[in-house]
C-alpha cells in the first residue's frame, strides 16, 4: 500500500522560511516523478515543484522559483520543499504528490496536505 505523509506546515511571518517534507512508502521516491501543490479555497490546485530523478527534471512555478527549493533524500525515501522568502500569498494546502506515468501528467498517489500560513 502506497502512502505519502507530509509534515512540516505551520505558521509564519512574511518572509520567514518553512521546511516541508513528504515520507513516502510502499513506493521509491527516486523512481517516481514526484510534486508538491498547493491549494486554497479560492483557487485550483496548483503544482508549485516537480522533480524526476530518473530523467533530471526539476521545475517550478513562476511563483516560486528562486524562493523554493524541491529535493530528495533516497536513503529516507523522503520529497522536501524549502519555501524561502515566504508571502501571504503562499498561504495554502500543500500536498506531495506521485506519477506512475513518464510524462507525469497523472498524478496516482496523494498524501494528506499540510497547511501553511504565511502573515
Known amino acids: 500500500q502506497v502512502q505519502l505523509v507530509e509534515s512540516g506546515g505551520g505558521s509564519v511571518q512574511a518572509g520567514g522560511s518553512l521546511g516541508l517534507s513528504c515520507a513516502g512508502s510502499?513506493?521509491?521516491?527516486?523512481?517516481?516523478?514526484m510534486a508538491w501543490f498547493r491549494q486554497t479555497s479560492a483557487k485550483e490546485r496548483e503544482v508549485v515543484a516537480l522533480i524526476y530523478e530518473g530523467v533530471g527534471s526539476v521545475y517550478y512555478a513562476d511563483s516560486a522559483e528562486g524562493r523554493f527549493t524541491i529535493s530528495q533524500d533516497n536513503d529516507k525515501n523522503t520529497l522536501y520543499l524549502q519555501m524561502d522568502s515566504l508571502k501571504p500569498e503562499d498561504t495554502a494546502m500543500y500536498y506531495c504528490a506521485a506519477s506512475t506515468t513518464y510524462s507525469c501528467a497523472e498524478w496516482n498517489y496523494w498524501g494528506q496536505g499540510t497547511q501553511v500560513t504565511v502573515s
Open positions: 510502499g513506493l521509491t521516491v527516486s523512481t517516481y516523478c
